[in-house]
Nanobody, 126 residues
Framework: QVQLVASGGGLVQAGASLRLSCVAS????????MAWFRQIPGKEREFVAA????????WYADSVKGRFTISRDNAKNSMYLQMNSLVPEDTAVYSC???????????????????WGQGTQVTVSS
């Protein structure tokens, strides 16, 4: 089983930047599409961004396009989310996820991903 450790969250003011990191526990990471999701208590998990196994293709939610950039370093079993121009609506717990085998890589529904480990809290004040 893969363990995913997300880090890099924090409390920032609107307009600031943060860089989230996700480290996977084993090498299966480099054959999988990976993604970031976020969730506010009481609301459904929301897709943020995804990246294919070699980093050639990326997908973003409309709400973060042009502000967030997803990347990965397979040699380090790591994925990143650079978040710029943060707004209060970005406040959430951010989690990383691994694409389930047999699902389309461009399918961004949460049920097509497996989530392991804790997320990291991002809080943006106005």
């Amino acid at each position: 089983q893969v363990q995913l450790v997300a880090s890099g969250g924090g409390l920032v003011q609107a307009g600031a930047s943060l860089r989230l990191s996700c480290v996977a526990s084993r090498r299966a990471f480099d054959t999988s599409t990976m993604a970031w999701f976020r969730q506010i208590p009481g609301k459904e998990r929301e897709f943020v961004a995804a990246i294919d196994d070699i980093g050639d293709s990326t997908w973003y939610a409309d709400s973060v396009k042009g502000r967030f950039t997803i990347s990965r370093d397979n040699a380090k079993n790591s994925m990143y989310l650079q978040m710029n121009s943060l707004v209060p609506e970005d406040t959430a717990v951010y989690s990383c996820a691994v694409k389930r085998v047999g699902t389309y890589r461009s399918d961004n529904r949460p049920e097509t991903y497996s989530f392991w480990g804790q997320g990291t809290q991002v809080t943006v004040s106005s």
